[in-house]
Every structure is written in structure tokens, then in C-alpha cells.
């Protein structure tokens, strides 16, 4: 449709079908957008899965963005009369250029993806990576932030996350080796196990499972080692065996169990 003012003529078509072709794209857009917040967004979600859901949803809600602006630009162009297929073929040269410049940066956000989706790790979990051992605290598609309980903070590339130890996921195990006396009577030990047992029966904090003594696990220069065990949540052994070392002292000083310890004797030669 060509419209005429005066010595101008322009096509009216070329002025209403870009603005068709926006509003289309935005109520597409609106839709797609709605569609994903009701079947992602719950209110039933964990709170460990609700960063990695809102992940996913952010990174689906800008490729679906892009993909719709792309679309709807080059059906301007082609209403306007550029050659939209040169102008694939230029975007197609031009990414191959900076898909060369970029690589590593490509890996990290494709790492990043797999990470989120696969759920390898969350934030909160404890993980163990090139011997830095810390809590997750930021998943990007670029980077991954572990902090250690002093506090320092790891930034590690997504793509450079190939081998990964996740303490979060199993419960874990509090290993204690005690060292007692040899002269210690062995059934007194015993007993005395026993006692402590009943006493911490049920106040472990974070126990899953009562305590156990594995028995004679090494027999050192000075000392018989018994090893004392007992299943935990992830990540809490290390907790749970400071508790247990305290509580086994408190239990042997009562019972005259000797825990040896090394002896200087200083002579003093006349």
C-alpha cells in the first residue's frame, strides 16, 4: 500500500509490518516466559533447588529472548529488502571468528550449563577440587566460588571442573583413634566403652547412627589404638569428632582408663 502527500509517496506496509513484527515477538516472548515460570517457579522447591532452578530459568529466558530479537530483525530486514541470506552467511563467518577468539569462554559457559543442569554440585554442598576443599557459594556459567572455613574463596573456571569430590551428597563417617595404655584391663575398657555409649545415646549431634568401636586398630610403641565410629551428616564428621574425643577424656578420666602421653625425664648428673 503506497501512499502519496504531496511530491512523497512512501509504503505504508514498511512502516506497520516492523511494528507488527515487535509485537508479535514481545506477546511470544510473554507467553513462552509465563509458560516457563509456572512449570519451573514452585513453591514446593527446596531450598537447595531453588538457585539451581532460577539458573536454568534465567539462562532459558535469555536464549529464548535472543532467538525471538534474532527472528524478528531479520524479518525487518527482509521486509526492508536486504538480502537476509548474505547477512546469515556473515553472522555465520563472524561467529566462527569469535568462536576461535573465545574458546575457553565457550567451554566455561557449556560447563556451566551441564553443571546447573546436571546437578554435579549445589550451592551449600561441600566439594573437594584440585585439593581446595570448601562450601559452594556461586554456580555461573562462567565460574564456580568455593570458600574453605577460613574463609578464603576459590574462583575456579566451569570447564576446569572435570574432577570433583561432593561431600553432600552420602552421609558421612567420624572416625576417632583413640590411644590407651597397654597396661589398661582390657575388660575395664570395654566397659567403660559401654558407659559412654549409654551416656551419648540419642545427644550426638548430627549422629544418623549410635556409635560403634571397631576394635583394636593398630598397636602403636606406647599405646593399643581403638578406633570409634559413627555415621553422621554430610560434611558434620569433623564436628561430631571434636564432640567424641571430648566426651571419650571425660569418660576414661572417670573410669582411670590411661590415655599415654609422651614423658621427658631430665637427670641431673653430678
Known amino acids: ?33 509465563k509458560a516457563i ?7 514446593r522447591l527446596k531450598a537447595s533447588q531453588l538457585q539451581r532452578i532460577k539458573t536454568i530459568h534465567t539462562l532459558i529466558n535469555n536464549i529464548i529472548k535472543y532467538t525471538i ?17 548474505s547477512v546469515l552467511t556473515g553472522l555465520g563467518i563472524g561467529t566462527a571468528i569469535l568462536g576461535l577468539a573465545f574458546q575457553d569462554l565457550a567451554k566455561d559457559i557449556i560447563a556451566g550449563v ?17 585439593g581446595f576443599m570448601g562450601e559452594v557459594v556461586f554456580i555461573g556459567l562462567r565460574t564456580t566460588r568455593i570458600r574453605n572455613f577460613k574463609g578464603a574463596t576459590k574462583i575456579i573456571s566451569n570447564h576446569l571442573m572435570s574432577s570433583v569430590i561432593n561431600y553432600s551428597n552420602n ?7 583413640v590411644g590407651i595404655a597397654y597396661e589398661n584391663n582390657e575388660d575395664n575398657i570395654d566397659k567403660t566403652f559401654e558407659s559412654l555409649f549409654k551416656r551419648l545415646e540419642g545427644n550426638i549431634p548430627y549422629a544418623k547412627k549410635e556409635p560403634e568401636v ?36 571425660k569418660e576414661f578420666d572417670k573410669n582411670n582408663i590411661k590415655i599415654p602421653y609422651t614423658q621427658i625425664e631430665v637427670h641431673n648428673g653430678k
Do not use: C, H
Not at 37 to 43: E, F, R
Not at 114 to 130: K, L, S
Open 1 to 33: 500500500m503506497i501512499i502519496k502527500l504531496g511530491d512523497t509517496s512512501f509504503d505504508l506496509l514498511k512502516i506497520i509490518l516492523p511494528i507488527l513484527y515487535i509485537l508479535v515477538g514481545l506477546i511470544i516472548y510473554k507467553i513462552i516466559q
Open 37 to 43: 515460570n509456572k512449570s519451573l517457579l514452585t513453591n
Open 69 to 85: 530479537v534474532i527472528f524478528v530483525i531479520l524479518a525487518i530486514l527482509s521486509q526492508l529488502g536486504v538480502n537476509v541470506k
Open 114 to 130: 551441564a553443571i546447573i543442569i546436571e546437578g554435579e554440585y549445589e550451592i551449600g554442598d561441600t566439594i573437594e577440587v584440585e
Open 171 to 177: 552421609n558421612s563417617l567420624a572416625v576417632v583413634d
Open 214 to 249: 571397631w576394635g583394636v586398630n593398630d598397636l602403636g610403641d606406647s599405646s593399643v589404638i581403638y578406633r570409634v565410629v559413627v555415621e553422621v551428616e554430610p560434611t558434620k564428621q569433623f564436628a561430631v569428632e571434636r564432640f567424641l574425643r571430648r566426651e571419650i577424656k
